[in-house]
């Protein structure tokens, strides 16, 4: 079976907000970018969901105007890139989306993964910015998806590199997720995991402490029982570690 053609367009989201066709970039007007954005983002919708989306501040009659505006502008200086059935639109498989392929590629990911694939899904994932200039809500909300998305992989890949004894890789994986949400205890415990299994104790001490510190001084909370007993089964003892802080 011949293999598919490859797509005419390639839409970056990830980063400032970029279209190319056979290598070179497009300019694109920020309605019409705005337009294809969302589109990538939520994949088909109808024309009233996409007016109200993006010119919700106006009358329905105007919002509704200048979505047809923004499509024709589409359709005139990026042929092929919009679908469009009279009361939906979407995004052609003549389009590559960057984001879109990053959600493809982490929601494949299992046990059976090849290694070099989940290294290469390491380094996707390490500075993603979904359109860091745009401050539209529904690029927040977005941003917010990618953002959870990212964190959980990003575990996701600690574990695997923890079990395929790839300390290096583990570390980036679960440092990088700590970095990224300071609050969740998953990740400061895998990175403490990983720091066990390369035999390093003290950082794993040291990463317990400072979440616990985080914890309780944010919340008033103590780490979990697991993380607890991670430390005392690699032979400390968080309340003898406790006192060596002090």
């Not at 990026?78 to 679908?83: E, R």
């Not at 993964?113 to 290294?119: C, F, H, K, P, W």
């Not at 917010?144 to 583990?170: C, D, G, K, P, Y």
């Amino acid at each position: 079976m011949p293999a598919a053609p490859a797509p005419l367009w390639k839409l970056a989201l990830l980063g400032e907000w970029h279209v190319h066709r056979g290598g070179q970039a497009v300019k694109v007007a920020p309605r019409q970018q705005r337009l294809i954005a969302a589109l990538a983002m939520y994949g088909d919708r109808s024309r009233m969901f996409l007016s109200d989306l993006l010119w919700g501040n106006s009358s329905e009659s105007q919002a509704l105007g200048s979505l047809r505006a923004s499509v024709w502008q589409i359709r005139q200086r990026l042929p092929g890139v919009l679908q469009d059935d009279g009361t939906r639109l979407g995004l052609t498989e003549n389009v590559h989306v960057d984001v879109t392929e990053l959600y493809r590629r982490a929601g494949r990911l299992s046990e059976q993964t090849d290694e070099r694939e989940l290294r290469a899904l390491l380094d996707s994932l390490v500075h993603p910015n979904l359109l860091p200039s745009w401050q539209d809500d529904w690029v927040v909300a977005q941003r917010e998806r990618l953002h959870q998305m990212r964190v959980s992989t990003l575990e996701s890949l600690a574990r695997q590199f923890i079990t395929r004894n790839a300390l290096r890789a583990a570390l980036v994986a679960a440092q990088t997720a700590v970095d990224a949400d300071p609050l969740r205890e998953t990740a400061h415990r895998l990175l403490a995991e990983g720091h066990i299994a390369d035999g390093n104790l003290e950082s794993a001490a040291q990463t317990y402490q400072r979440f616990r510190s985080f914890s309780l001084r944010q919340f008033g909370l103590e780490p979990s029982e697991r993380f607890a007993l991670l430390i005392e089964d690699a032979g400390m003892r968080p309340d003898v570690l406790d006192r060596k802080q002090r």
